[in-house]
């Protein structure tokens, strides 16, 4: 190849990651190999949080991060993170990322790490899985231990729950002896993370938010590049949507079924009581993070509007 | 305390024997090195005390501490850290010694300076990239997960640790360079290579603290060896 | 030159700094460095590269120390420096002599199953071996034993405090590996009990077969039998906390490692423990966590560039792609560990090697749970071997009267013992697997 990308993943290749061997791959065969994007999975080239930091260095081309994992280095895609936006499927979560990408405001705050997002891994809406009684209603959320990270576990507070810190890795464990009575995660997660085995009922529809993960290229290096590579590349994006979004959506099948066969109870709330929970927990953290946003000279009030016009 | 001397010798007021200045930076440093390291330890304290907070407040209060592994995470730059320069000056960083042991007076000094020599390289470039790495997280923002630490105090502690280890590498290389031009003077600030039967008496001091005397007397007699 | 050249090139340059006597840390920190200016300046020019590779470098000490699963090893570490304050050695030590000495060479037995049990509380090889010399060795002598035998059950026995949790060494393996640190703990348990039991079984074979070598220890009566047990509660409530809320998960690896620091604290003051032994403690617990922090943050500098230069993958490539039975090039793999084992320390080693070696075993097909009590095994029975086997050399050390030969020729049956044990782990890997399994169901 005459020009080689390395990418900065981390864990192993799954569902999370599947737009990125698709954008290899149409690169690969567009350019007739001349321009190779090779993944480096097991956060071999630099662990997660300092994707951002790698990129900035210049130390490989391409990387992968979510915008929760460092709040404060990317303030202004935060607003895709935020509690009860609504979001009802990936289609329109790509929508809004999109939206939300082409701003000004983010281009300049990923412009500060010298990156520039090339798409987004769109994700579901996280929900719990949990062991011992299942809630009935959001009242019996209150006391309960949950591991819920950032805004979810904002949110989450706002009803009485107790956000309690687990690793991703303990979580299955910490559900099994009760260190944590239910934890939050989207659906390939759950899997990954073994949750279900250890819980004994699934909220389908809580959908407290979600996490944001660009994928993103190193400024210069996309600069360098030759019309006919970043023609290829910029081509090749919708397509690895495409992908990615089929395969979640086998993931997701995966997932049900497997809910089925653990025979999990499904927790359904209903409207009222959604709607309750989204006026305690939604609008005032809302408030906070426009708030922030403000001390931090971003444009809060345009992102989020953006992304509330866009959802009606 | 042990190990709260300096390598070879003790008191940096009389600098009445061979290469005074040397000795006085050694002893100056030394002190420093001291402070960072009880510094460590009682962060290693603070850790376990607030892991029984954390399990406690958990499992009796239903009140976790808010953020734990945040504050853990940040608070471990301290320990894993601040005994860097210490631990070097009493020659506690791993090594293998087969065949310097068998290597004696200019020979020994010239691989032991050229390998503190290639050392300090590695050190000034992990000081300068380090305090890079906390200048990014100053300039541009960084946060913890999940409840919004700042991160640089903690990156900060890696650049201010390093550099200090920094300066005890400069004064042990001019300990060693000394012996390398005069092989027959007597070392000074720099660790001197224990035997296999010394490194053994060492962990058992360690296993068995002041049963054995007292432990400061010890080391430093160790660290005498000529 | 290929980046994959250049990684071979400088591993080989690790090997003669190493060699050299440069301290391991620094020496793959060094080269980790130097790979990464090398890559970097052949991709962007010297002038940039340069500046990618000491950003690149300088990113890693304190993104690898942060670490929360490391947290962990200073728990552990102060564990073992108070556990011989704490006082706990006598009447282990007098518990096991009562249930077990009527057994031939009893008493030797119940210093095998006593340091067993201190393991529990000790996560140290050498300081285990250092604290039974000065407990059991009097006592196996007073009844008769002879010194070579009394010393060589020390020495051995002291490797067992590596396998039964806690211990250092497992942590690093596990983080090293990204394998979970409470699995490892646990799967650690059981093999060092089968350990126990076959030192123990050795013992007594040896006996029977020389009456004088050990002679039989009195019986004792049920009435002293029970009342020695309750000098061993501390213990049990040590191992109940830590082996309990590592298996049933009630508290995370670093929690249990606190709780029962916090506990063994505890007893120490009790016992008598001032400030000027808890500070001394502590200094020591610090410089010991700043050695493995450096020495982790080394390696991983180096394993950053294996990763830029794509070795571990092609290593990997090669050792699948032999021509000859798994279990071949594993027993190769071992006898290479037990070479450099009988030169370097345990750590050293295990950082050095694992970042080539373990990607190739566990694409050989076998567990990585299992792969880690088996190289750890592996890196205690070098203590009990010649030229540097440092338990041999600290029960001398603190036995004068026994010259270290004398208890490297103890030691020999243990030796055999490691390998049948070695032997009965990679024939049978559920005893491994079987409890660590258990906390998944
Ligand atoms: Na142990
Ligand atoms: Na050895």
Redesign the pocket.
């Known amino acids: 190849a005459d020009v080689t990308w390395n990418v900065s993943l981390w864990g192993k290749r799954r569902a999370f990651t599947e737009h990125v061997e698709k954008l290899a791959e149409l690169v690969n065969a567009k350019t007739n190999g001349t321009f190779e994007i090779k993944l480096h999975y097991g956060a071999a080239l630099s662990k997660s949080r300092e994707n951002l930091d790698g990129i900035s260095i210049g130390a490989f081309e391409m990387a992968q991060f979510c915008a929760s994992y460092h709040a404060d280095k990317n303030p202004s895609i935060t607003v895709l993170e935020l509690p009860f936006l609504g979001v009802p499927d990936l289609e329109t979560q790509i929508k809004l990322d999109k939206l939300v990408y082409a701003t000004d405001a983010v281009k300049k705050d990923l412009g500060r790490w010298n990156a520039e997002i090339l798409m987004s891994s769109p994700m579901p809406q996280y929900n719990f899985v949990g062991r011992g009684d299942a809630p009935k209603s959001l009242k019996d959320f209150e006391g309960m231990r949950v591991r819920a990270l950032g805004g979810v576990g904002a949110a989450m507070k706002t009803i009485g729950a107790v956000p309690t810190t687990v690793t991703a890795s303990e979580t299955y464990q910490a559900i099994e002896s009760g260190t944590v009575q239910a934890a939050s995660f989207a659906p390939h997660a759950h899997l990954a993370f073994k949750t279900v085995e250890a819980g004994k009922w699934y909220t389908t529809n809580l959908n407290p938010g979600t996490v944001n993960c660009p994928v993103v290229a190193n400024t210069d290096a996309l600069a360098a590049l030759s019309d006919d590579h970043k023609k290829a590349l910029m081509d090749s994006i919708d397509e690895a949507y495409a992908h990615y979004v089929a395969n979640y959506a086998k993931l997701n099948e995966k997932f049900a079924a497997e809910l089925d066969k653990l025979g999990i109870e499904k927790v359904t709330f209903n409207a009222d009581e959604l709607a309750a929970f989204k006026a305690a927990a939604g609008k005032p953290n809302w408030d906070k993070w426009l708030a922030d946003m403000k001390a931090k000279g971003v444009p809060g009030d345009d992102l989020f509007k953006l992304v509330q016009d866009n959802l009606k | 305390m042990p190990g709260s001397s300096t390598s070879i010798h003790p008191d940096p007021h009389t600098p009445h024997q061979d290469a005074p200045t040397l000795r006085l930076w050694d002893g100056w440093v030394a002190k420093i090195e001291d402070s960072f390291n009880a510094l460590a330890g009682l962060s290693i304290l603070f850790l376990i005390l607030l892991a029984v907070v954390q399990v406690v407040g958990r499992a009796v209060f239903n009140t976790p501490v808010p953020g734990f592994i945040d504050f853990v995470e940040q608070s471990m730059a301290l320990f894993a850290f601040l005994g860097i320069a210490y631990t070097q000056r009493l020659g506690g960083h791993i090594r293998m010694e087969l065949i310097l042991s068998g290597l004696s007076g200019r020979v020994l000094w010239f691989a032991e300076a050229f390998a503190t020599l290639l050392v300090l390289v590695l050190i000034a470039a992990l000081i300068n990239g380090s305090f890079d790495h906390f200048l990014r997280s100053w300039n541009l923002g960084d946060s913890t997960i999940d409840i919004r630490l700042p991160t640089w105090p903690s990156k900060l502690v890696v650049p201010i640790a390093l550099s200090l280890l920094w300066l005890r590498l400069i004064i042990q290389f001019a300990g060693y360079a000394r012996l390398l031009l005069a092989p027959d003077k007597a070392p000074v600030a720099v660790p001197l290579i224990e035997s296999i039967k010394e490194h053994a008496q060492h962990e058992i001091e360690d296993a068995l603290g002041d049963e054995t005397g007292d432990i400061s007397n010890k080391s430093q007699s160790r660290e005498n060896v000529q | 030159m290929t980046p994959f050249d250049i990684g071979l090139l400088y591993t080989g340059l690790l090997l003669v700094f190493v060699l050299m006597g440069m301290r391991v840390a620094f020496a793959a920190g060094l080269i980790g460095f130097l790979g990464l200016a090398t890559i970097f300046t052949m991709k962007l020019g010297f002038d940039k590269g340069i500046w990618v590779a000491i950003k690149m470098a300088g990113t890693i000490p304190h993104s690898k120390s942060v670490t929360y699963a490391l947290s962990l090893l200073p728990t552990f570490i102060l564990i073992g420096f108070l556990a011989f304050h704490a006082g706990l050695t006598k009447k282990l030590f007098e518990a096991s002599k009562r249930w077990l000495g009527w057994l031939p060479g009893g008493m030797g037995v119940a210093t095998i199953f006593a340091t067993a049990g201190f393991a529990a509380v000790s996560g140290a090889s050498v300081a285990t071996a250092a604290v039974f010399s000065r407990v059991a060795i009097p006592e196996m002598l007073k009844e008769g034993y002879s010194k070579p035998l009394a010393a060589g059950v020390v020495a051995a026995g002291g490797t067992l405090a590596t396998l039964i949790p806690p211990s250092t060494i497992l942590v690093i393996y596990a983080i090293i590996v990204e394998q979970s640190v409470g699995q490892l703990l646990i799967a650690g348990f059981i093999p060092g009990m089968v350990s126990a039991l076959i030192y123990g079984g050795i013992v007594i074979g040896l006996a029977m077969w020389k009456k004088d070598m050990a002679p039989s220890t009195r019986t004792y009566s049920w009435v002293e039998k029970f009342s020695a047990v309750p000098g061993t509660f501390p213990i049990l409530i040590v191992v109940g906390i830590i082996f309990g809320s590592l298996y049933l998960g009630l508290a995370t690896p670093t929690e249990a490692g606190s709780l029962g620091a916090f506990v063994i604290l505890v007893i120490a003051l009790w016992k008598g423990m001032r400030w000027k032994q808890l500070s001394q403690a502590l200094h020591e617990t610090a410089k010991l966590t700043a050695m493995i922090f450096t020495i982790i943050w080394g390696v991983l500098l180096y394993v950053r560039f294996l990763g830029f230069a794509g070795l571990p993958e092609a290593f990997k490539n090669f050792i699948t792609s032999l021509d000859q039975p798994a279990i071949v090039t594993l027993l190769l793999i071992l006898l290479a560990y037990a070479i450099l084992?009988?030169?370097m320390d345990a750590i050293g080693m295990l950082l050095l090697t694992l970042p080539v070696v373990y990607p190739a075993v566990i694409a050989l097909g076998y567990d990585p749970i299992w792969f880690g009590i088996i190289v750890v095994k592996m890196a205690e029975l070098?203590?009990i071997?010649?030229?540097?086997?440092?338990n041999c050399f600290v029960v001398s050390g603190v036995r004068p009267d026994i010259p270290v030969q004398d208890v490297f020729k103890g030691a020999t049956p243990f030796f055999f013992a490691d390998v049948l044990t070695v032997g009965v782990l990679i024939a049978f890997p559920s005893i491994v697997l079987w409890l660590p399994q258990q906390m998944f169901n």
Do not use: V
């Open positions: 084992g009988m030169f070098c203590l071997t010649p030229p540097i086997g440092l």
